[in-house]
């Protein structure tokens, strides 16, 4: 079994659940936006912050410009105090392993050890397309050698060298700062194999991006996955992502509905509807076996949203969650 070094400390001391806010801003948003959104989740009781990384709006929105991932949160990493900071998830096809390794390491560092790194192989061929990107089929062999190469170059105190398929180091340098734990890495997805594989193997938290049921289908594959490696499952922390929709009444609620395009409400990853709806209905994950629960905003330029969310939705959920 390859070893990927020292893990960050998984810290499960506790049974209290994270939330963090997660955001889209390809679907319109400047950093301005990004910055007043994560402030605002902060000020309102959000553990973390974590954003897309795609160069396109999904759907058939238009939305002038972009923002680039581990720029907007190397921002972040200056203008909040405690947030976690991260991407879920940057795509393999965007960026050199070793040039990523850096640049959340550099993060990390920039914000006194809170970011995190979510890693997949992509899948929006779009975004490629637009900006000139390549769009391999190999995307999970290269994940996979992505995620060797950056596990090394955030635990090795010397040099590294590496020669796969797809990537070949010789005699890297560490990038990590010295006393500082390596940021976390989240793995997700729904491959049957591959991905909890990939998990069990590298990942200090899997994400699941589906309902309830399906959540703790997911996790159990990948805890069986890691007892088959040789892993405690127990070691790794496991999270679960929800769109959430809020507002004070019905009208409200609709319009928000409308501004996020999402045409069913009803749908098993949406939780839409008043403070108290919503929360009763995210509590449906109690059980899973979480660490964190990631609420989804579609709108970043709706600032107004996540503060409703942390004020009314957060204590509301932490009340039902530890209601055994």
Not at 7 to 35: K, M, N, W
Not at 56 to 81: H, N, Q, Y
Not at 122 to 142: C, K, L, N, T, V
Request: include cysteine; glycine fraction near 10%; charge should be negative.
């Amino acid at each position: 079994m390859y070893d990927p070094g020292p893990r960050y400390p998984a810290d499960l001391s506790t049974s209290r659940i994270e939330f963090c806010a997660f955001v889209e801003p390809q679907q319109g948003g400047t950093y301005a936006h990004i910055r007043e959104f994560a402030t605002r989740a902060e000020a309102t009781g959000f553990d973390g912050f974590f954003r897309s990384d795609h160069l396109l709006p999904i759907g058939d929105r238009v939305a002038p410009g972009t923002t680039d991932a581990w720029t907007t949160l190397a921002g972040l990493a200056r203008d909040t105090e405690t947030l976690t900071l991260g991407a879920l998830v940057s795509p393999v096809t965007f960026r050199h392993p070793s040039l990523l390794a850096v640049q959340v390491a550099n993060v990390h560092e920039m914000s006194g050890g809170r970011a995190e790194l979510g890693l997949g192989a992509g899948w929006y061929q779009g975004e490629h397309s637009a900006y000139g990107i390549p769009f391999p089929r190999d995307r999970f062999d290269r994940l996979e050698e992505q995620l060797e190469v950056i596990t090394r170059l955030w635990s090795t105190d010397d040099e590294f060298s590496f020669a796969g398929e797809h990537y070949s180091l010789s005699n890297a340098p560490g990038v990590l700062a010295a006393g500082l734990a390596r940021p976390r890495l989240i793995i997700g997805g729904d491959g049957p194999r591959r991905t909890p594989e990939l998990a069990s193997r590298f990942a200090d938290e899997y994400n699941a991006f589906c309902g309830p049921d399906e959540t703790r289908e997911r996790i159990a594959r990948v805890r069986a996955a890691a007892e088959k490696a040789g892993r405690d499952p127990d070691e790794l922390r496991y999270s679960a992502a929800v769109t959430v929709v809020v507002g004070t009444d019905q009208d409200a609620v609709a319009a928000r509905l409308r501004r996020a395009g999402i045409d069913d409400p009803a749908d098993e990853g949406v939780a839409a509807g008043t403070p108290d709806q919503v929360a009763e209905r995210i509590a449906r994950y109690r059980g899973c076996g979480l660490s964190r629960i990631y609420l989804q905003f579609i709108d970043v330029t709706d600032a107004d949203h996540v503060e409703l969310c942390g004020e009314r939705v957060l204590p509301a959920l932490a009340e039902l969650l530890a209601d055994k």
